[in-house]
T-cell receptor, first 116, second 114 residues
Framework: NAGVTQTPKFQVLKTGQSMTLQCAQD?????MSWYRQDPGMGLRLIHY???????DQGEVPNGYNVSRSTTEDFPLRLLSAAPSQTSVYFC???????????????FGSGTQLSVL | GESVGLHLPTLSVQEGDNSIINCAYS??????FIWYKQESGKGPQFIID?????DKRQGQRVTVLLNKTVKHLSLQIAATQPGDSAVYFC?????????????FGQGTTLQVKP
């Protein structure tokens, strides 16, 4: 099993550009989520999904869109990149059955995004 | 609002000593807590978790203590090794609400001196 795979590892964007960060997991996990990590801020939840076709907002959803058309994939879209979105982005997944969503998250290796 | 925070940003310990990393949380409804280790350039790695119906849980060289009265969580690492050097995060969730929102604290950097 590859676990949680994120692509790309690094990305530089200009202000106003759009792009999609890819996330895939091969563990048949129901729960997937996106976090951003800024220095001194820890990890902040952007969006999450408890299953295919279901998504919800986290702490900092503005400027980001997600969709969950399959169990395996959970892409994060930046609609119009801004310098404030410069960060490291982590995708995570967990088994998440019943009331256990958000437990024992497995994280990808991250995408370092710079917006100029 | 909800917040999870750590008492100290950096902890420096001698190799072989025990380490204690502390975490405070403010949401009294939180019923699930988890510790992660993050090495430079990598994603967070699960260490240990605990539910609110427990006050102590042990793993391999690690122990998590939960004091719900004062809303405090700690991670104890026995016989700290150089490989333990990393940033440690606590996180909390209210799994009974089934929102899936795991909220992280800011992190404590553990430095192990040889």
């Amino acid at each position: 099993n590859a676990g949680v795979t994120q692509t790309p590892k690094f990305q530089v964007l200009k202000t106003g550009q759009s792009m999609t960060l890819q996330c895939a997991q091969d563990m048949n996990h129901e729960y997937m989520s996106w976090y951003r990590q800024d220095p001194g801020m820890g990890l902040r939840l952007i969006h999450y999904s408890v299953g295919a076709g279901i998504t919800d907002q986290g702490e900092v959803p503005n400027g980001y869109n997600v969709s969950r058309s399959t169990t395996e994939d959970f892409p994060l879209r930046l609609l119009s990149a801004a310098p404030s979105q410069t960060s490291v982005y982590f995708c995570a997944s967990s088994q998440g059955q019943g009331a256990n969503f958000g437990e024992k998250l497995f994280f990808g290796s991250g995408t370092q995004l710079s917006v100029l | 609002g909800e917040s999870v925070g750590l008492h100290l940003p950096t902890l420096s310990v001698q190799e072989g000593d025990n380490s204690i990393i502390n975490c405070a949380y403010s949401n009294s409804a939180s019923d699930y807590f988890i510790w992660y280790k993050q090495e430079s350039g990598k994603g967070p790695q699960f260490i240990i978790d605990i539910r609110s119906n427990m006050d102590k849980r042990q793993g391999q060289r690690v122990t998590v203590l939960l004091n719900k009265t004062v809303k405090h969580l700690s991670l104890q690492i026995a016989a700290t090794q150089p490989g333990d050097s990393a940033v440690y995060f606590c996180a909390e969730n209210t799994v009974s609400s089934n929102t899936g929102k795991l909220i992280f604290g800011q992190g404590t950097t553990l430095q192990v001196k040889p």
